[in-house]
């Protein structure tokens, strides 16, 4: 049972646009920034999001972040096949004194 | 450009130890905090511990805490975790990642008889 909560599946269809929503509680995503991380089949996971809406450089404007009290939400426009990935959240929580992430999100390009 | 990447991974039976190690470069190793951060087989990531850019501060999950040990070398930019009374939940890629933002490709950490 993860901290954070994500739904475990997402999908679209070509050009389409996604939301993948990510929420916790008070002692982390209250509180604290969150990061997104995009992980594609058999590969380490990487930065797509951080301080709840930045993108790293190289990272497409079509992906964004939002934060909203307890919840956060990562949006992708213009779906491609090649953003078929698992998606995370996660963010420092006070309680726990340490970073927490949410289950993953399977994100299927129909 | 940052790298970041972890050795030391293989099987290991139930109650055995284990000592990965991750190579840093690209980056001045020593002003930052590092993490190892594991996932199963099919399943999420979970944290697993923390080091301060100095050494002071160390971070551990409730999981691991007590049986896993993190430590840097910041003469040789490496980043360590000695993992010791290994349980089959254990089994994971372990990765090390310089402040949740980079991260390395992963070693795999299997327990079993």
């Known amino acids: 049972q993860s901290v954070l909560t994500q739904p475990p599946s997402a999908s679209g269809t070509p050009g389409q646009r996604v939301t993948i929503s990510c929420s916790g509680s008070s002692s982390n995503i209250g509180k604290n920034s969150v990061n997104w991380y995009q992980q594609l089949p058999g590969t380490a996971p990487k930065l797509l999001i951080y301080?709840?809406?930045q993108r790293p450089s190289g990272v497409p404007d079509r992906f964004s972040g939002s934060k909203s009290g307890t919840s956060v939400s990562l949006a992708i426009s213009g779906l491609q096949s090649e953003d078929e990935a698992d998606y995370y959240c996660a963010a420092w929580d006070d309680s726990l004194d340490g970073p927490v992430f949410g289950g993953g999100t399977k994100l299927t390009v129909l | 450009d940052v790298q970041l990447v972890e050795s030391g991974g293989g099987l290991v039976q139930p109650g055995g130890s284990l000592k990965l190690s991750c190579a840093a470069s690209?980056?001045?190793?020593?002003?930052?905090?590092m993490q190892w951060v594991r996932q199963a087989p099919g399943k999420g990531l979970e944290f697993v511990s923390a080091i301060s850019g100095n050494g002071d501060d160390t971070y551990y999950a409730n999981s691991v805490r007590g049986r896993f040990t993190i430590s840097r070398d910041n003469s040789k930019n490496t980043l360590y975790l000695q993992m010791g009374s290994l349980r089959a939940e254990d089994m994971a890629i372990y990765y090390c990642a310089r402040e949740l933002r980079d991260w390395g490709q992963g070693t795999l950490v299997t327990v079993s008889s």
């Open positions: 301080s709840n809406y």
């Open positions: 690209g980056f001045t190793f020593s002003s930052y905090t």
